[in-house]
DNA sequence: CCTACCGATCGGTAGG
DNA sequence: CCTACCGATCGGTAGG
């Protein structure tokens, strides 16, 4: 029964998931590169071959479509978070953190990231499709909730508890705007630097 | 001889100014509210009064339209910092730091700032107007250099000295995507906040 | 998944 | 600044 979705619309099932699956990877690169409104379906139709169409056959719509691929980038992210979370030390705070945002900004600056397409194209999204890619967004930002916190309890991370999280994300995503791949910093680098930028100096004395 | 425009395209001349300015504040605050893209020639005649081939007669097109708020954004934002130079203590950069950030937030969280426009919508700008919205865009940030390195060389701002302008703009940028009228703190505590997330504890013993 | 197509919208213009 | 309009594009559909 083809053209039915499961609920999250994300997976590829059978025979079919190659073509489906070549259209998000497709579309999320288009809509990173050139935005949603400036992305048509032929444009995406075009780059996997088919005619202006067929994408109907597999989306209902072009917001289904844009809504697939932020789901498709979260689920990803949040796979690779816990990735993480699941071999780094749960004691020490500073490295588990480091690992997460250098895993975070590998994340967002790949350059088919559909994680990114999510943080720039998110005013593009449905209102009534927000709902089902806040619940994923929410389960992406608790992963990252008991490290700031305890951070934070031990004053290596500053200002208003309720806003850190925030200023996390913020010195993070921001780098999607001036990031370009033939720079002169690695993303290790640039992660190394940041988590230097965000993290207050230990009290340690004589470190 | 109207329809001619200075260079910047930002001055409003004698007695179209009036309409003229009245455009680039209605069409700046609907980019913003909904995107460039997303926003029609003819939202912005309706929201003025004007008939939907009307606004041509003052710009040549959307994209001056749009480029022209960006400007306006910069050159208001210029004038607030330097306004707060010409008055703080050069002498005391975490005072002269909090006093920019703060300026810088509530510049770009104003519900109808341009210059929020050019944070969100800069991928709408044609290739071919945005050195011009560069070269402001560098003045801006240039009223920020001087400061950013001495709090940088006292320790204050870490990381890759490189990035540190880019941390610091990431934090309170990423604000326009999170921040809410309505939310429980005032953009005053939010800019505190923010300072003291960035800055790392001075040195100073028994501080 | 293609062919063939539609209805709507949109930026922009001529002429006054 | 309005009237009247155009050419192009775009998301989406019917029918196979």
Redo the contacts with the bound molecule.
Sequence with gaps: MPGTTSKAGIEAAGE?GN??A??VRTAGRLFREKGF?A?????I?DA???????P???F????ELLCTVMLVGLEGACGAIEAVLATADANDDEARFRRMVRTHLETILAPDSDFAVLLSEWRSLAEESRAAVVTVKNRYEALWAPVIESLGKAGRLRGEPRLRRLFVFGTLNWAVQWYRPDGALSVAQIAASAVDFMLAPSAVAGR
Tied chains: 1, 2.
Excluded: N, P
Excluded at 39 to 43: K, L
Excluded at 60 to 63: A, D, L, T, V
């Design positions: 079919e073509r489906r070549l259209l409104d992305t048509t379906i032929r444009d139709a996997v071959g088919m005619r202006s169409g067929s109907f056959y597999h209902k719509s072009k917001q």
